[in-house]
């Protein structure tokens, strides 16, 4: 199938670690996206990772990437407030990147 | 760089009418362009991709009659929701790629900040 999952909720105290998972199914994609959507507006690319790299990282921001398992995640280190929005997965499907599937969303909440 | 905005941000229209919401992009060029919705608390799906000067391609199970879309240029793309009706109620996102000539061009979508439309 195309399922992309992600869990559905996190809440963490702001300075803490945020870490956000998603595994999905096409062993084909190419890349690999996060985005954020803040409460009534559209999605804001955060960062993406090319299927051959384990890692990657971006100031607060680490990807971190298992093809094996077909597993990714977000770790946005010192959470702020402002970090609370929906996160989005995607993946390209066939290596497709017109064709974004994309994950459930997982909504941060982050509490001071 | 790379921008994309929607017009209107939100609308409500009867039940039966057309609907028309824009998707710009500011400041590249986007041969291609792509419609999304999202329904409360769920994911985005794709309706469809618009190529400039030629028609959108359809993902299954949208009827390409009732959800019209015009790419006629290289940085406008419509969306017409035709004889709207209450389950067309939902919120609509596009977005757009640069072209290979742009200098921001990358495999990615940038997106509009989304339309949220209800149907009486």
């Known amino acids: 199938g195309e399922d992309v999952e992600q869990s559905l909720f996190l809440s963490v105290r702001e300075g803490d670690s945020s870490v956000i998972n998603c595994t999905y199914t096409?062993?084909?994609?190419?890349?690999l996206y996060w985005y954020k959507q803040e409460p009534g507006a559209g999605l804001q690319l955060l960062t993406y990772?090319?299927?051959?790299?384990d890692m990657k990282q971006d100031q607060r921001l680490t990807v971190l990437l298992n093809k094996k398992d077909k597993h990714l995640s977000l770790r946005i280190a010192d959470t702020q407030t402002g970090d609370s929005a929906i996160y989005f997965c995607?993946?390209?499907?066939?290596?497709?990147?017109?064709?974004?599937?994309f994950g459930t969303g997982t909504r941060l909440q982050v509490f001071p | 760089g790379a921008v994309v905005s929607q017009h209107p941000s939100w609308v409500i229209c009867k039940s039966g009418t057309s609907v028309k919401i824009e998707c710009r992009s500011l400041?590249?060029?986007?041969?291609?362009m792509f419609w999304y919705r999202q329904f409360p608390k769920q994911s985005l799906m794709l309706m469809a991709t618009?190529?400039?000067?030629?028609?959108?391609?359809?993902e299954q199970g949208v009827e390409k009659d009732k959800f019209l879309i015009n790419h006629a240029s290289l940085t406008l793309s419509t969306l017409t929701v035709t004889s709207a009706h209450p389950e067309d109620s939902s919120f609509y996102i596009c977005?757009?790629?640069?072209?290979?000539?742009?200098?921001?061009?990358?495999?990615?979508?940038?997106f509009g900040p989304g339309t949220r439309l209800t149907v009486l």
């Open positions: 977005s757009a790629r640069p072209g290979l000539a742009e200098v921001s061009s990358t495999d990615t979508q940038y």
């Open positions: 618009s190529n400039e000067g030629s028609k959108a391609t359809y």
């Open positions: 990772i090319f299927s051959n790299m």
């Open positions: 400041d590249f060029q986007a041969t291609t």
């Open positions: 995607a993946e390209s499907k066939n290596g497709n990147t017109d064709k974004l599937i």
């Open positions: 096409d062993s084909s994609s190419t890349y």
